[in-house]
């Protein structure tokens, strides 16, 4: 549930011009979707395919693209 429930916090926060200030929170929930996420959940109207982004992003900017969000 970590990364379901922080990415839409991330994706919120960012539409709304917030940003999610626990790093930390946002790095643990970037590693449990990369256990998670296979080619299986890569498809429409789940995860896109993971977008890139510059090794200087925050760790939402990595999480929102890993998720497939373009940055």
């Known amino acids: 549930a970590i990364f379901d429930v922080t990415t839409h916090a991330a994706d919120l926060a960012t539409a709304t011009g917030q940003k999610v200030d626990d790093e930390e929170l946002v790095e643990a929930a970037l ?3 990369k256990e998670m996420v296979g080619p299986q959940w890569r498809a429409p109207g789940v995860f896109g395919p993971e977008q890139p982004c510059g090794d200087d ?3 939402t900017e ?3 693209a890993f998720a497939g969000r373009k940055i």
């Open 62 to 64: 990595k999480l929102l």
């Open 57 to 59: 992003a925050t760790a």
């Open 31 to 33: 590693a449990m979707g």
